[in-house]
């Protein structure tokens, strides 16, 4: 062999290792990307929830309200609008939570479905915050589990509709957390079920129970003309003291009250029993004690039957 052929050889050789190195690289960028997962936005934490749920490992989720968040009060950001416009399927919850919703979707000029995961609910009544003496739609549905169900078989649809290979996943998926939501709801059931019936008086500064009480047989009470934003006045901390007294509810959870002596003497003047923090509308951190909605409904049971039980 000439030495000139040798040469040519060995960079012949160079080369082929050099493409087969590039390939496997670009392969191995391939993998590291997901694979054409559906990009799905919720709204609030606890949709996000159910959607990773169902989703899977097919779906990826935004969520524009995230822990511990206001859904009520939202300023959507221009980020939203972004986000919402990658997104192959946008889900809501409906019964006017987002009043902020209609104009960001067209802001966004998405053309993906945006699912009502609420549309089959029995909506209840209650209090229109804004327009006071009016009755709305009171939108926190999933404060029932079966209503949480309801969410779940319309995210699985959803998704199926957008996802036609997925659709036998997110039916498997759908399934099994349906079954851990049996589970849950019995669990409620009984536990409050084993609370006299007299006792199931909570009074809270959180108006958002009313499914659950409806669902489980408990009675949530607002306090009467205090503010949920502001600390209680010497005059409001006497109003709910009265309230309680006349209600005889056996608990309260006051969570805007931050004064630990304010809720000293509101428990000495009337006995009642202070509650913890109650979680509504929003899961906790993921460090936190709701970080799923599963973990957000035994906690909430577990204070509620904690101050309740004789
Ligand atoms: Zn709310």
């Known amino acids: 062999m000439s030495g000139v052929s040798t040469r040519r050889i060995l960079l012949l050789a160079g080369l082929i290792v050099a493409l087969a190195a590039a ?42 309200v995230g822990p511990d968040g206001d859904a009520h009060v939202y300023s959507p950001t221009p980020g939203d609008a972004r986000t919402i416009a990658s997104a192959a399927i946008v889900f809501v919850n409906g019964l006017g939570l987002e009043g902020w919703m209609t104009r960001l979707v067209k802001a966004s000029g998405t053309r993906a479905p945006v699912v009502v995961v609420s549309n089959g609910v029995t909506p209840r009544k209650m209090q229109d915050e804004d327009r006071p003496g009016r009755m709305a739609a009171d939108p926190h549905a999933w404060q029932s589990v079966a209503n949480a169900k309801i969410y779940v078989a319309n995210i699985r649809d959803g998704l199926s509709a957008v996802d036609p290979a997925g659709k036998a996943a997110y039916g498997a998926n759908a399934a099994g957390y349906l079954a851990k939501l049996d589970e849950l709801e019995k669990q409620i059931a009984e536990a409050i079920g084993g609370i ?22 408990m009675s949530f009470i607002a306090p009467e003309g205090v503010s949920t934003e502001a600390e209680p006045s010497a005059k409001d901390v006497a109003a709910i003291i009265a309230q309680i007294r006349r209600e005889k509810s056996p608990a309260v959870f006051l969570e805007s009250i931050t004064d630990p002596r304010l809720m000293q003497t509101i428990a000495g003047e009337t006995g009642a029993r202070i509650g913890g923090t109650l979680y509504s509308d929003a899961l906790s951190a993921p460090d936190g004690p709701a970080a799923t909605y599963i973990e957000m409904m035994r906690h909430n049971l577990r204070e509620l039957t904690k101050a309740l039980s004789g």
């Open 23 to 64: 390939f496997l690289t670009e392969r191995a960028h391939a993998q590291d990307k997901p694979l054409n997962k559906v990009n799905a936005v919720a709204t609030t934490s606890i949709i996000a929830d159910f959607v990773r749920n169902v989703g899977g490992d097919r779906v990826a989720v935004a969520t524009l």
């Open 196 to 217: 006299p019936a007299g006792r199931r008086r909570i009074i809270t500064t959180h108006d958002a129970f009313g499914y659950f009480g409806d669902a489980y047989g």
